[in-house]
């Protein structure tokens, strides 16, 4: 991805959580994690993980039926030439990330240089 295509992305996944902010009530809460853009920008999509689990067909629900007016507000907020279409998706990985975190705290293994210092 080149420098433009990950500004662009940055941009967007800013721009799509100040919007679910504003527009989304809290359950289930909707958080932005990412935005992934095509080569030429003109498609996107945004990935988002939600608090409590479980919840994320709601969530992806309110994002496609808000993705237009999302897209005009970033369309007003942002500088670009070209407002990509937007879709979005469940950022499993980042669910996955949390649920190997879990795994190794239960297992008392040390994860950071200070931890094993302090088991020393």
Same mark, same amino acid.
């Given at each position: 991805?080149?420098? $433009?295509? =990950?500004?662009?992305?940055?941009?967007?996944?800013?721009?799509?959580?100040? *919007? #679910?902010?504003?527009?989304? %009530?809290? !359950?289930?809460?909707?958080?932005?994690?990412r935005?992934? =853009?095509?080569? &030429?920008? $003109? %498609?996107?999509? =945004?990935? +988002?993980?939600?608090?409590?689990?479980?919840?994320?067909?709601?969530?992806? #629900? +309110?994002?496609?039926?808000?993705?237009r007016?999302?897209? $005009?507000?970033?369309?007003? $907020?942002? %500088?670009?030439?070209? #407002?990509?279409?937007?879709?979005?998706?469940? !950022? *499993?990985?980042?669910? /996955?990330?949390? /649920? =190997?975190?879990?795994?190794?705290?239960?297992?008392?293994?040390?994860?950071? *240089?200070?931890?094993?210092?302090?088991? &020393?």
């Amino acid at each position: 991805m080149g420098d $433009r295509q =990950i500004k662009v992305a940055e941009l967007l996944a800013h721009e799509a959580a100040k *919007y #679910i902010v504003g527009e989304a %009530n809290t !359950d289930p809460m909707i958080t932005v994690t990412r935005a992934d =853009i095509s080569a &030429e920008l $003109r %498609n996107a999509t =945004i990935f +988002f993980t939600t608090l409590p689990e479980g919840r994320e067909q709601d969530a992806l #629900i +309110f994002l496609k039926r808000h993705g237009r007016d999302m897209r $005009r507000s970033i369309m007003k $907020r942002a %500088n670009m030439k070209i #407002i990509p279409h937007l879709d979005f998706a469940v !950022d *499993y990985g980042e669910r /996955h990330r949390q /649920h =190997i975190d879990e795994i190794v705290r239960e297992t008392g293994v040390p994860t950071t *240089y200070e931890e094993m210092e302090d088991k &020393e």
